[in-house]
């Protein structure tokens, strides 16, 4: 899938170090010292995570139907957006910007840099995705706003964890299962594992709503998602 870009060599990453050191204008300015020392680490070869790889190369993310989760339709989009020339083997750009010393307004400058990336990028996704739910015959926000924000900026973080059902836990190790329901957590237990049938779902945690919603959106959308918590579990 050409996950692997190729980095500097050894002889033009001296180079840019000495043009680094030749820009500071005094010696022991920390921003510049900072650049010095990461020189290295931002030269580097580009690598999606193992973790990452392994959601792209799970045939779920090669699926798309009408009973195919919001979690997988995303995957199966960014699948399509680091294959494409646009991607070219990289994830989605998170708009964080990296701890750093700076003035404020060069602060500013680089941030408002670092989003417009983002908002580029997941504009990028969101056509990836639109052709995704076209081909499972879904509506084209069938996967929320919120969920395409929440998904590319957490994109290269992304982790799979497959878990058996609870009543295969129950019948294969019940004397765990005993433990959870003598310690009185069952309840608590079975809630965390219906929160994370929810998160492959919707791409998010029930209650985690858009940072613009409204107090009394908020509200009928946590209870939404409890009633939706409460049918999972």
């Known amino acids: 899938m050409g996950l692997e870009k190729k ?8 180079e840019i170090l000495a043009l680094v050191q030749q820009m500071a204008p ?25 973790d990452v790889n392994r959601i792209l190369t799970d ?3 090669n699926t798309a139907d009408a009973q195919t989760s919001n979690f997988w ?3 199966n989009a960014l699948r399509r957006y680091v294959a494409s020339e646009y991607g070219a083997g990289k994830m989605p750009h998170s708009g964080a910007i990296p701890d750093m010393k700076a ?15 983002a908002e580029q990028d997941k504009a990028e996704l969101t056509q990836c995705l639109r052709k995704v739910v076209q081909e499972a015959a879904l509506a084209d926000d069938h996967v929320s706003a919120g ?3 929440t998904f590319c900026k957490n994109a290269s973080q992304l982790r799979l964890v497959r878990t058996h059902a609870l009543h295969h836990e129950a019948e294969t190790a019940p004397e765990l299962w005993d433990n959870l329901v003598n310690e009185g957590v069952s309840e ?3 809630l965390f594992r219906a929160a994370g ?5 919707h791409g998010r945690y029930p209650g985690i709503t858009d940072a613009d919603t409204g107090a009394g959106d908020l509200d009928a959308q946590c209870e939404q998602d409890a009633r939706e918590l409460r049918a999972i579990a």
Request: glycine fraction near 4%.
């Open 7 to 14: 980095g500097l060599t050894y002889k033009q990453r001296k």
């Open 26 to 50: 005094a010696a022991g300015e920390e921003n510049f010292d900072e650049a010095v020392e990461a020189v290295n680490t931002s030269c580097s070869d580009y690598v999606v995570s193992n």
């Open 59 to 61: 045939p779920a993310a």
């Open 73 to 75: 339709l995303l995957a």
């Open 103 to 117: 003035d404020t307004q060069s602060y500013v400058n680089l941030l408002r840099i670092y989003k417009q990336k």
């Open 147 to 149: 969920e395409i924000d």
């Open 188 to 190: 608590h237990y079975a």
């Open 197 to 201: 049938v929810f998160l492959e779902k």
